[in-house]
T-cell receptor, first 114, second 114 residues
Framework: AQSVSQHNHHVILSEAASLELGCNYS??????LFWYVQYPGQHLQLLLK??????LVKGIKGFEAEFIKSKFSFNLRKPSVQWSDTAEYFC????????????FGSGTQLTVLP | SAVISQKPSRDICQRGTSLTIQCQVD?????MFWYRQQPGQSLTLIAT?????????ESGFVIDKFPISRPNLTFSTLTVSNMSPEDSSIYLC???????????FGPGTRLTVT
């Protein structure tokens, strides 16, 4: 079975600071990778995804993530955060070809100070 | 994309009672799931709701406690039976869009058991 680790439980940044949230997964085969965001009081939204191809994927709101296969990592980045990015961020993984087994990390709470 | 609605959005229930949560999708989807997000924790898959057959439950979840119906490709219900305070969670419906394989989540049902 696959597993996902998000090492940062709570990150606090000032506006305009750069962001990188770590995500590492454990699985022996090929995977699909996702980042979801949950703004306060709202439901989960898909931020970006990686299925195949270019390992650098761009998502909504200026976020991007890079898949490094050798490191089993899929870190989320944003060059300049805004107060409105305050939210909880979840990394998730599922085996390629399986629409069922989406496994989530424990989440990272990002607080951006104005 | 898929738009998912859930009813009720929240409820407070007494120990020993049951609650049925409804999930409605705006398009036909093959794969539909139910997740649980306990306070301060990540999402855990409860089961896959199969249309026309019994749901497939993950380890630790059983049909007697979480019966699921899936009468068609746009609707499902999850019942939380004989509730205890440990069942206090957010319950989320999720679907995988046919073709794109992107996974979407409903707004969740916040359940508090007293």
């Amino acid at each position: 079975a696959q597993s996902v680790s998000q090492h940062n439980h709570h990150v606090i940044l000032s506006e305009a600071a750069s962001l990188e949230l770590g995500c590492n997964y454990s699985y022996g085969g090929t995977v699909n990778l996702f980042w979801y965001v949950q703004y306060p009081g709202q439901h989960l939204q898909l931020l970006l995804k990686y299925f195949s191809g270019d390992p650098l994927v761009k998502g909504i709101k200026g976020f991007e993530a890079e898949f490094i296969k050798s490191k089993f990592s899929f870190n989320l980045r944003k060059p300049s955060v805004q107060w409105s990015d305050t939210a909880e961020y979840f990394c998730a993984v599922r085996p390629s070809g399986s629409a069922r087994q989406l496994t989530f990390g424990s989440g990272t709470q990002l607080t951006v100070l104005p | 994309s898929a738009v998912i609605s859930q009813k009720p959005s929240r409820d407070i229930c007494q120990r020993g009672t049951s609650l049925t949560i409804q999930c409605q999708v705006d398009s036909q989807v093959t794969m539909m799931f139910w997740y649980r997000q306990q306070p301060g924790q990540s999402l855990t898959l409860i089961a896959t709701a199969n249309q026309g057959s019994e749901a497939t439950y993950e380890s630790g979840f059983v049909i007697d406690k979480f019966p699921i119906s899936r009468p068609n490709l746009t609707f499902s219900t999850l019942t939380v039976s004989n509730m205890s305070p440990e069942d206090s969670s957010i319950y989320l419906c999720s679907v995988v869009a046919d073709g794109s394989y992107e996974q979407y989540f409903g707004p969740g049902t916040r359940l508090t058991v007293t």
